[in-house]
Protein backbone atom coordinates (compact mmCIF):
# COMPACT_ATOMS: atom_id res chain seq x y z
CA UNK A 1 0.00 0.00 0.00
CA UNK A 2 1.20 3.28 -1.08
CA UNK A 3 0.53 6.90 -0.15
CA UNK A 4 2.05 9.10 -2.50
CA UNK A 5 2.19 12.90 -1.86
CA UNK A 6 -1.87 12.52 -0.91
CA UNK A 7 -3.72 15.38 -0.02
CA UNK A 8 -7.19 15.73 0.84
CA UNK A 9 -9.81 19.12 1.30
CA UNK A 10 -13.27 17.81 1.79
CA UNK A 11 -13.90 22.09 0.47
CA UNK A 12 -11.95 23.62 -1.97
CA UNK A 13 -10.77 26.85 -0.15
CA UNK A 14 -11.22 24.83 3.55
CA UNK A 15 -7.94 23.22 5.30
CA UNK A 16 -6.19 20.50 4.03
CA UNK A 17 -7.60 17.48 6.19
CA UNK A 18 -4.77 15.41 4.74
CA UNK A 19 -1.24 17.23 3.73
CA UNK A 20 1.57 15.65 1.26
CA UNK A 21 1.60 12.15 2.79
CA UNK A 22 3.69 10.10 1.49
CA UNK A 23 3.88 6.64 3.12
CA UNK A 24 4.57 2.69 2.83
CA UNK A 25 3.19 -0.37 3.91
CA UNK A 26 4.31 -3.74 3.23
CA UNK A 27 2.41 -6.64 2.00
CA UNK A 28 1.61 -8.55 5.37
CA UNK A 29 2.53 -6.26 8.18
CA UNK A 30 0.14 -4.67 10.98
CA UNK A 31 0.49 -1.11 10.73
CA UNK A 32 -0.72 1.54 13.05
CA UNK A 33 -2.48 5.09 12.09
CA UNK A 34 -2.78 7.08 15.35
CA UNK A 35 -2.91 10.41 16.05
CA UNK A 36 -5.18 13.02 18.27
CA UNK A 37 -8.95 13.56 17.12
CA UNK A 38 -9.18 15.54 13.84
CA UNK A 39 -5.45 14.28 12.69
CA UNK A 40 -7.04 12.58 9.89
CA UNK A 41 -7.02 9.06 10.68
CA UNK A 42 -10.28 7.95 9.40
CA UNK A 43 -9.73 9.68 6.20
CA UNK A 44 -6.87 8.15 5.66
CA UNK A 45 -8.83 4.60 6.36
CA UNK A 46 -11.35 5.89 3.89
CA UNK A 47 -8.89 6.68 1.50
CA UNK A 48 -7.63 3.24 1.35
CA UNK A 49 -11.05 1.20 0.79
CA UNK A 50 -11.89 3.81 -2.10
CA UNK A 51 -14.47 5.68 0.03
CA UNK A 52 -12.95 9.09 -0.48
CA UNK A 53 -10.92 10.33 -3.19
CA UNK A 54 -7.77 12.35 -2.23
CA UNK A 55 -7.92 16.04 -3.83
CA UNK A 56 -3.25 15.73 -4.83
CA UNK A 57 -1.46 12.65 -5.01
CA UNK A 58 -1.97 8.88 -5.73
CA UNK A 59 -2.94 6.01 -3.63
CA UNK A 60 -1.69 2.49 -4.30
CA UNK A 61 -3.46 -0.54 -2.72
CA UNK A 62 -2.14 -3.87 -4.26
CA UNK A 63 -0.55 -2.20 -7.32
CA UNK A 64 -3.84 -0.48 -8.26
CA UNK A 65 -4.13 3.15 -7.84
CA UNK A 66 -7.56 3.69 -6.04
CA UNK A 67 -7.28 6.96 -6.56
CA UNK A 68 -8.01 6.83 -10.50
CA UNK A 69 -10.45 3.27 -9.87
CA UNK A 70 -13.67 3.72 -11.71
CA UNK A 71 -16.71 2.95 -9.65
CA UNK A 72 -17.10 -0.11 -10.84
CA UNK A 73 -13.14 -0.77 -10.39
CA UNK A 74 -13.10 0.10 -6.62
CA UNK A 75 -16.37 -2.40 -5.74
CA UNK A 76 -14.38 -5.16 -6.95
CA UNK A 77 -11.70 -3.83 -4.94
CA UNK A 78 -13.25 -3.24 -1.97
CA UNK A 79 -13.94 -6.89 -1.64
CA UNK A 80 -10.39 -7.53 -0.84
CA UNK A 81 -10.50 -4.75 1.86
CA UNK A 82 -12.17 -5.94 5.18
CA UNK A 83 -13.48 -3.49 7.35
CA UNK A 84 -14.24 -3.41 11.29
CA UNK A 85 -15.41 -0.86 13.53
CA UNK A 86 -15.79 1.08 16.79
CA UNK A 87 -19.56 0.22 17.26
CA UNK A 88 -19.58 -3.08 15.42
CA UNK A 89 -21.73 -2.23 12.80
CA UNK A 90 -23.85 -5.13 12.90
CA UNK A 91 -27.40 -5.52 11.71
CA UNK A 92 -29.65 -6.41 15.32
CA UNK A 93 -32.26 -8.15 12.73
CA UNK A 94 -30.09 -10.93 11.42
CA UNK A 95 -28.56 -13.40 13.71
CA UNK A 96 -24.81 -13.78 14.32
CA UNK A 97 -24.64 -16.64 11.70
CA UNK A 98 -27.01 -14.07 9.25
CA UNK A 99 -24.32 -11.32 9.98
CA UNK A 100 -21.55 -12.96 8.64
CA UNK A 101 -24.20 -14.99 5.19
CA UNK A 102 -24.86 -11.21 4.54
CA UNK A 103 -21.56 -10.58 3.46
CA UNK A 104 -21.46 -13.35 1.41
CA UNK A 105 -24.13 -12.59 -0.17
CA UNK A 106 -23.09 -9.40 -1.10
CA UNK A 107 -20.00 -11.09 -2.20
CA UNK A 108 -21.72 -13.52 -4.54
CA UNK A 109 -20.43 -16.23 -2.77
CA UNK A 110 -21.76 -19.73 -3.79
CA UNK A 111 -25.00 -20.45 -2.08
CA UNK A 112 -24.04 -24.20 -1.45
CA UNK A 113 -20.68 -23.55 0.32
CA UNK A 114 -22.31 -20.25 2.37
CA UNK A 115 -22.73 -22.55 6.12
CA UNK A 116 -19.56 -24.28 5.84
CA UNK A 117 -17.88 -20.78 5.17
CA UNK A 118 -19.82 -19.31 8.33
CA UNK A 119 -19.10 -22.15 9.97
CA UNK A 120 -15.63 -21.94 9.68
CA UNK A 121 -15.14 -18.46 10.43
CA UNK A 122 -17.62 -18.16 13.15
CA UNK A 123 -15.07 -21.26 14.63
CA UNK A 124 -11.68 -19.22 13.75
CA UNK A 125 -13.05 -16.29 15.75
CA UNK A 126 -14.21 -18.15 18.70
CA UNK A 127 -17.88 -17.57 18.85
CA UNK A 128 -19.01 -21.36 16.84
CA UNK A 129 -21.44 -21.49 19.88
CA UNK A 130 -23.47 -18.10 18.89
CA UNK A 131 -24.04 -18.59 15.15
CA UNK A 132 -27.76 -18.50 16.40
CA UNK A 133 -27.98 -15.84 18.81
CA UNK A 134 -28.79 -12.33 18.06
CA UNK A 135 -26.06 -9.52 18.35
CA UNK A 136 -28.18 -7.93 21.68
CA UNK A 137 -27.53 -10.86 23.43
CA UNK A 138 -23.94 -10.48 23.19
CA UNK A 139 -21.01 -8.96 24.94
CA UNK A 140 -19.16 -6.22 23.12
CA UNK A 141 -16.03 -8.26 23.09
CA UNK A 142 -18.81 -10.90 21.17
CA UNK A 143 -19.72 -8.32 18.71
CA UNK A 144 -16.38 -7.39 17.93
CA UNK A 145 -15.78 -10.86 16.60
CA UNK A 146 -18.60 -11.06 14.57
CA UNK A 147 -17.80 -7.70 13.21
CA UNK A 148 -14.11 -9.22 12.26
CA UNK A 149 -15.66 -12.73 10.84
CA UNK A 150 -17.76 -10.62 8.71
CA UNK A 151 -14.98 -8.73 7.61
CA UNK A 152 -13.04 -11.83 6.62
CA UNK A 153 -15.57 -13.37 5.01
CA UNK A 154 -14.33 -12.97 1.59
CA UNK A 155 -10.92 -13.54 2.36
CA UNK A 156 -9.87 -10.13 1.92
CA UNK A 157 -5.66 -9.49 1.75
CA UNK A 158 -6.03 -6.28 3.73
CA UNK A 159 -8.43 -5.71 7.28
CA UNK A 160 -8.92 -2.01 8.52
CA UNK A 161 -9.85 -1.95 12.05
CA UNK A 162 -11.08 1.51 12.76
CA UNK A 163 -10.62 2.31 16.98
CA UNK A 164 -12.11 -1.58 16.38
CA UNK A 165 -11.34 -1.39 20.48
CA UNK A 166 -12.47 1.61 22.03
CA UNK A 167 -15.65 0.46 23.41
CA UNK A 168 -14.01 -2.23 25.17
CA UNK A 169 -12.93 -3.04 28.52
CA UNK A 170 -9.02 -3.33 28.55
CA UNK A 171 -9.47 -7.41 28.80
CA UNK A 172 -11.43 -7.99 26.10
CA UNK A 173 -9.30 -5.36 24.41
CA UNK A 174 -6.54 -7.47 24.76
CA UNK A 175 -7.96 -10.56 23.68
CA UNK A 176 -9.29 -9.00 20.76
CA UNK A 177 -5.56 -7.73 19.97
CA UNK A 178 -4.62 -11.73 20.34
CA UNK A 179 -7.19 -12.32 17.92
CA UNK A 180 -5.41 -9.65 14.68
CA UNK A 181 -2.43 -10.81 15.65
CA UNK A 182 -3.32 -14.37 14.72
CA UNK A 183 -5.48 -13.51 11.86
CA UNK A 184 -1.93 -11.94 10.51
CA UNK A 185 0.04 -14.65 11.22
CA UNK A 186 -2.50 -17.34 10.11
CA UNK A 187 -3.90 -16.02 7.34
CA UNK A 188 -1.57 -13.49 6.17
CA UNK A 189 -3.43 -10.54 6.12
CA UNK A 190 -2.16 -6.94 5.91
CA UNK A 191 -3.89 -5.30 8.77
CA UNK A 192 -4.03 -0.90 9.19
CA UNK A 193 -4.94 -0.09 13.10
CA UNK A 194 -6.75 3.30 13.63
CA UNK A 195 -6.80 3.99 16.48
CA UNK A 196 -5.84 7.24 19.65
CA UNK A 197 -4.20 5.10 21.82
CA UNK A 198 -0.31 4.35 21.81
CA UNK A 199 -1.22 0.79 24.26
CA UNK A 200 -2.85 -0.82 21.00
CA UNK A 201 0.18 0.36 18.75
CA UNK A 202 2.73 -1.24 21.61
CA UNK A 203 0.37 -4.49 21.97
CA UNK A 204 0.10 -4.96 18.56
CA UNK A 205 2.11 -2.74 15.50
CA UNK A 206 4.91 -3.74 13.94
CA UNK A 207 5.00 -0.06 12.24
CA UNK A 208 3.61 3.51 12.89
CA UNK A 209 2.44 6.60 11.33
CA UNK A 210 1.28 9.17 13.69
CA UNK A 211 -0.49 11.80 12.06
CA UNK A 212 -1.03 15.59 13.20
CA UNK A 213 -3.76 18.29 11.53
CA UNK A 214 -3.27 15.80 8.40
CA UNK A 215 0.61 15.46 8.51
CA UNK A 216 2.76 12.56 9.16
CA UNK A 217 4.99 13.51 11.99
CA UNK A 218 6.32 10.59 12.93
CA UNK A 219 6.84 7.27 10.81
CA UNK A 220 8.71 3.92 11.13
CA UNK A 221 9.03 0.86 13.52
CA UNK A 222 7.26 0.80 16.71
CA UNK A 223 10.34 0.36 18.40
CA UNK A 224 12.56 2.92 16.36
CA UNK A 225 9.62 5.82 17.09
CA UNK A 226 9.19 4.87 21.03
CA UNK A 227 12.86 5.06 21.11
CA UNK A 228 13.24 8.71 19.32
CA UNK A 229 10.23 10.61 19.11
CA UNK A 230 10.26 13.43 16.54
CA UNK A 231 7.29 15.23 17.46
CA UNK A 232 5.77 16.50 20.38
CA UNK A 233 2.29 14.83 19.88
CA UNK A 234 4.17 11.71 19.34
CA UNK A 235 5.70 12.24 22.89
CA UNK A 236 2.52 13.34 24.44
CA UNK A 237 0.82 9.88 23.12
CA UNK A 238 3.73 7.88 24.41
CA UNK A 239 3.41 9.20 28.03
CA UNK A 240 0.49 7.12 28.62
CA UNK A 241 1.74 4.04 26.84
CA UNK A 242 5.70 3.48 28.15
CA UNK A 243 7.70 4.26 31.68
CA UNK A 244 9.92 7.33 30.93
CA UNK A 245 11.55 9.99 32.61
CA UNK A 246 9.26 11.70 34.93
CA UNK A 247 7.89 15.00 33.84
CA UNK A 248 7.92 18.03 36.18
CA UNK A 249 4.64 17.11 38.00
CA UNK A 250 5.74 13.49 38.33
CA UNK A 251 8.71 14.33 39.76
CA UNK A 252 7.33 16.50 42.35
CA UNK A 253 5.61 13.96 43.70
CA UNK A 254 8.46 11.77 44.09
CA UNK A 255 10.26 14.22 45.64
CA UNK A 256 7.96 14.64 48.00
CA UNK A 257 8.19 11.40 49.15
CA UNK A 258 12.09 10.41 48.22
CA UNK A 259 14.46 12.90 49.57
CA UNK A 260 17.56 11.08 48.38
CA UNK A 261 18.73 11.55 44.64
CA UNK A 262 16.96 10.75 42.28
CA UNK A 263 18.21 9.48 38.84
CA UNK A 264 16.25 7.70 36.02
CA UNK A 265 17.75 4.85 33.59
CA UNK A 266 16.05 4.16 29.88
CA UNK A 267 15.71 0.39 29.62
CA UNK A 268 16.21 -0.26 26.09
CA UNK A 269 17.33 -3.41 23.95
CA UNK A 270 18.92 -6.28 25.59
CA UNK A 271 19.33 -3.84 29.01
CA UNK A 272 21.87 -1.86 27.08
CA UNK A 273 21.97 1.87 28.14
CA UNK A 274 22.40 3.78 24.87
CA UNK A 275 25.90 5.30 24.01
CA UNK A 276 27.26 3.69 26.95
CA UNK A 277 30.29 1.40 26.08
CA UNK A 278 29.39 -1.11 28.51
CA UNK A 279 25.77 -2.72 27.48
CA UNK A 280 25.44 -3.79 30.67
CA UNK A 281 25.37 -0.82 32.54
CA UNK A 282 23.72 -1.95 36.24
CA UNK A 283 22.77 1.54 38.29
CA UNK A 284 22.45 0.06 41.63
CA UNK A 285 26.24 -1.89 41.63
CA UNK A 286 27.41 1.39 40.21
CA UNK A 287 25.62 3.02 42.97
CA UNK A 288 27.09 0.17 45.34
CA UNK A 289 30.53 0.77 44.31
CA UNK A 290 30.97 4.16 45.71
CA UNK A 291 29.05 3.06 48.83
CA UNK A 292 25.33 4.20 48.46
CA UNK A 293 22.34 2.20 47.97
CA UNK A 294 19.78 2.48 45.14
CA UNK A 295 16.15 2.05 45.51
CA UNK A 296 13.58 1.82 42.52
CA UNK A 297 10.94 4.19 43.12
CA UNK A 298 9.33 4.38 39.71
CA UNK A 299 9.13 3.18 36.10
CA UNK A 300 8.22 0.14 34.05
CA UNK A 301 9.57 -1.79 31.52
CA UNK A 302 6.98 -3.32 28.24
CA UNK A 303 7.55 -5.37 25.87
CA UNK A 304 7.93 -3.96 22.02
CA UNK A 305 7.94 -5.84 19.19
CA UNK A 306 9.43 -8.57 21.53
CA UNK A 307 12.06 -5.87 23.05
CA UNK A 308 12.57 -4.62 26.12
CA UNK A 309 11.24 -0.84 26.54
CA UNK A 310 10.88 1.95 29.59
CA UNK A 311 12.12 3.40 32.23
CA UNK A 312 13.35 3.18 35.79
CA UNK A 313 13.47 5.75 38.45
CA UNK A 314 15.83 5.34 41.51
CA UNK A 315 16.29 7.19 44.51
CA UNK A 316 19.97 7.12 45.99
CA UNK A 317 20.61 6.93 49.53
CA UNK A 318 23.68 6.98 51.90
CA UNK A 319 26.30 9.16 53.76
CA UNK A 320 26.90 12.85 51.32
CA UNK A 321 30.62 11.78 50.20
CA UNK A 322 29.18 8.04 48.68
CA UNK A 323 25.72 9.69 47.17
CA UNK A 324 28.28 12.90 45.48
CA UNK A 325 30.80 10.28 44.33
CA UNK A 326 27.41 7.99 42.61
CA UNK A 327 26.32 11.15 41.54
CA UNK A 328 29.60 12.09 39.46
CA UNK A 329 29.35 8.92 38.11
CA UNK A 330 25.75 8.50 36.57
CA UNK A 331 25.87 12.46 35.33
CA UNK A 332 28.66 10.97 32.65
CA UNK A 333 26.41 7.92 31.59
CA UNK A 334 24.57 8.84 28.37
CA UNK A 335 20.57 7.11 29.02
CA UNK A 336 20.83 7.97 32.79
CA UNK A 337 19.54 11.08 33.83
CA UNK A 338 20.16 12.74 37.45
CA UNK A 339 17.44 14.71 38.31
CA UNK A 340 19.18 17.65 40.38
CA UNK A 341 16.83 19.64 42.65
CA UNK A 342 16.99 22.98 41.62
CA UNK A 343 18.22 26.02 44.41
CA UNK A 344 15.31 28.17 45.19
N1 LIG B 1 -17.06 14.37 4.94
C1 LIG B 1 -16.42 15.39 5.51
N2 LIG B 1 -16.68 16.66 5.18
C2 LIG B 1 -16.02 17.71 5.73
N3 LIG B 1 -15.05 17.58 6.67
C3 LIG B 1 -14.74 16.33 7.06
C4 LIG B 1 -15.39 15.18 6.50
N4 LIG B 1 -14.86 14.06 7.09
C5 LIG B 1 -13.93 14.51 7.97
N5 LIG B 1 -13.86 15.85 7.95
C6 LIG B 1 -12.93 16.69 8.75
O1 LIG B 1 -11.62 16.20 8.55
C7 LIG B 1 -10.87 16.27 9.75
C8 LIG B 1 -10.26 14.91 10.05
O2 LIG B 1 -11.31 14.00 10.34
P1 LIG B 1 -11.05 12.45 10.61
O3 LIG B 1 -12.36 11.84 10.97
O4 LIG B 1 -10.29 11.89 9.47
O5 LIG B 1 -10.09 12.56 11.88
P2 LIG B 1 -9.73 11.42 12.93
O6 LIG B 1 -8.28 11.57 13.18
O7 LIG B 1 -10.22 10.09 12.46
O8 LIG B 1 -10.54 11.91 14.21
P3 LIG B 1 -11.27 11.04 15.37
O9 LIG B 1 -10.17 10.39 16.16
O10 LIG B 1 -11.98 12.09 16.16
O11 LIG B 1 -12.18 10.08 14.68
C9 LIG B 1 -11.81 16.79 10.81
O12 LIG B 1 -11.58 18.17 10.99
C10 LIG B 1 -13.17 16.55 10.24
O13 LIG B 1 -14.10 17.51 10.69
Given at each position: ???????????????????????????????????????????????????????????????????????????????DIG???????????????????????????????????????????????????????????????????????TSPST??????????????????????????????????????????????????????????????????????????????????????????????????????????????????????????????????????????????????????????????????????????????????????????
Amino acid sequence: MDFVGVSKRFDKSGPAVLDGIDLSVRSGEIVGIIGPSGAGKSTLARLINGLERPTGGQVFVHGAEHSRASERELNRLRTDIGMIFQQFNLFNSRTVAGNVDFALKVAHFPKAKRRSRIDELLDFVGIADKADQWPAALSGGQKQRVGIARALATSPSTLIADEATSALDPQTTSDTLKLLRRINSDLGTTIVVITHEMDVIRDVCESVAVLDHGRLVDHGDVYSVFERPTSDVTRGLLRHAVAGVPDADALATLRARHPGLLATVSVRDDGAVRGHQDATFDLPAAVAERGARSTVIAGGISDIAGRPFGALTYEITGDATSVDAARAQLVRIDGVVVHEETKQ
